[in-house]
């Protein structure tokens, strides 16, 4: 399980080793709290580097892993299809990089009787 003290240990992250520890987790519960915490670090990185990310890639969307920028497209499709061809079936980071806060709303599904 990821804690809040190996959350602190920015230093010793490593989003390899994670991914490694979500195919070896033996609860869904567990995997999807390391997942979360990818996602979660992944936040912080862009959001630590807001106004740099923002003068480069504006109106863009960015793949984050391991703390860095390893592509980026202002069409998400094309970026998410090279990125998993390149990564692996694996949990990355990929925000759009706007001035502007973009908040996304979806139906949740329900149940027809």
């Known amino acids: 399980m990821v804690n809040e003290e190996e959350h602190e240990k920015k230093v010793e992250y490593n989003e ?3 991914v490694k520890r979500i195919s070896s987790a033996e609860s869904w519960e567990e995997k999807e709290k390391l997942r979360e915490f990818i996602i979660r670090h992944g936040k912080e990185f ?3 580097r ?3 990310i923002l003068e480069k890639y504006n109106g863009m969307h960015i793949a984050v ?3 860095t920028i390893v592509d980026s497209d202002s069409n ?3 970026l998410a299809n090279r990125v998993f061809k ?3 079936d ?3 980071y990929i925000p759009y990089i706007s001035e502007k806060e973009i908040v996304s709303k979806a139906p949740s599904p329900h149940v027809v009787r």
């Open 86 to 88: 390149k990564y692996g």
């Open 90 to 92: 694996r949990t990355i």
């Open 50 to 52: 807001k106004k740099d």
């Open 65 to 67: 892993i391991n703390d």
């Open 76 to 78: 998400y499709s094309s």
């Open 46 to 48: 862009v959001s630590n």
């Open 16 to 18: 390899d080793d994670l």
